[in-house]
């Protein structure tokens, strides 16, 4: 396992690493704008069966992701419902996670059956700066086993993983807080299927 810490020198030799890590199918833990989270490829099935060994979260759990911008949605979805499109306007980058209707050749890992993903654009945040670097969307999972708090700094990290994992980016302490509130658009409605930082969705 390898240990980086971040500093404001070396970003972009940090953030090339990481891309290293990921590309050759590894599991990077990383600093996000609300806690650490656990990054794969997202198109790397082993990676992601990986990754749900790590947190030994059920199968039946999807994994959601994070793009750089709406231009990566293909990559990820069939269809973005105009209203869905409003909301990332609004809202990305920042804590706002996305429901979408999945392509079909998506991982299942990715959707657990359900035939959808969970996407959003995060907000300022060394998390952010790497999906945009790498390209590709990345999973973005909060890093902790189901059913404990998730990690708010890479001693955290280290603790519930230690050597399991591939690369841990040590960034400090993160802002923690609530996490990311999720939405679908449902014929037409903005449905809300979690609360979180942000309280009040909508479209205008």
């Known amino acids: ?7 404001r020198t070396n970003e972009d ?19 996000t704008e609300t806690f650490y989270g656990l990054a794969v490829v997202y198109d790397n099935d ?10 030994r979260r059920p199968f039946e759990k999807a994994i959601p992701v994070i793009i750089g911008s709406a231009d990566q949605l293909p990559m990820l979805a069939d269809e973005v419902p105009e209203e869905a499109r409003r909301l990332m306007e609004k809202y990305w980058p920042g804590p706002l996670t ?7 050749d998506l991982s299942s890992h990715l959707t657990a059956g359900t035939d959808k993903v969970a996407v959003r654009v995060p907000g300022e945040s ?16 909060s890093a902790n086993p189901s ?7 890479a001693q955290e990290v280290l603790k519930y993983f230690g050597e399991t994992i591939d690369l841990i980016v040590d960034g400090g302490l993160t802002p923690g807080g609530e996490p990311s509130t999720i ?4 014929d037409g409605a903005v449905k809300i299927l979690r609360k979180g930082m942000i309280r009040r969705v909508t479209t205008d």
């Open 147 to 153: 059913g404990v708090p998730p990690a708010e700094d």
């Open 98 to 104: 996305i429901v979408l209707k999945a392509r079909k």
């Open 183 to 186: 939405v679908e658009v449902v």
């Open 13 to 31: 030799e940090v953030i090339r690493r990481v891309i290293e890590v990921l590309r050759a199918g590894g599991v990077a833990a990383i600093p």
């Open 1 to 7: 396992m390898e240990y980086i810490r971040l500093s």
């Open 46 to 55: 082993e990676a992601l069966r990986r990754l749900y060994e790590l947190k």
């Open 126 to 141: 060394f998390a952010l700066t790497l999906v945009r670097k790498a390209g590709v969307p990345i999973t973005a999972t």
